[in-house]
């Protein structure tokens, strides 16, 4: 669940009420339903009396539900409004609050609710239905991560079924210098395998998982705390990844 709202604040030069700027917000998320690691794009329109309301800052802070760091990502112009390139990082619900600083006095204002769902990643490999989940997540860089496996049998409408137990899974980790490493797996329970990898630089590692005859991938971002503070105070940016 994305919750949006914002905060409400006098002027800077210009001491206009905020009850008089009574601003129109409007909000587009290109997805209601996500998977971690996947990057969502928001847009933001601003108007004030029907007319385009210049921003010279406008931002999104995102607190997850459990709490922890507040992320903030900043708005850029694109169109009629401003956007930005949000990746979610734990399954949840997520707090979006929206924070702009228009050319003639700060704003902040009420957006009303809106929900997105965030789950671990899953795709299929061959007959089977494969769940990843990674912890932590997100991963920095130099730490050891458990890249826990999921495994299910797939129906024939496309779902997952029973735990797929006593399979012969073999797994890879291709790093960000064509490197590979095979990784030990052990089955820690029904259908439930786990793998622990130490990753290196920050970047795009990428997972192959062969189970039998059949193979697939999930694309791993590894992030660097040091640029995560930069994005925090609004600079820098992130990367993005898919399963293929």
Known sequence: MLGMSGL?????????????LAPDVDIDIEATRVETFE?????????????????????LEIEHEAGGAVRVVELQPEGE??????MFYEPGEHHIHFFGMPQRHRLSREMGDREIDVFRRHQLVGPYWVELEL????VSEGETAHVHLMIFDLLLDGTPGAPAASLNVEVEMHDLDGGEASLDVEEEALGEYEVRYEFGEAGMYELHVEIEEDGGKF??????PDADDENENGEGGGGHGHGD
């Open 39 to 59: 990057e969502v794009e928001i847009h933001v329109r601003v108007r004030e009396g029907g007319a385009r309301l210049p921003m010279l800052r406008s931002y």
């Open 81 to 86: 409004g401003y956007a930005a390139h949000v």
């Open 8 to 20: 409400g604040c006098a002027g800077l030069d210009n001491p206009t009420a905020l009850a008089d």
């Open 219 to 224: 694309h791993i971002p590894v992030i660097d």
């Open 135 to 138: 912890m932590p997540a997100p």
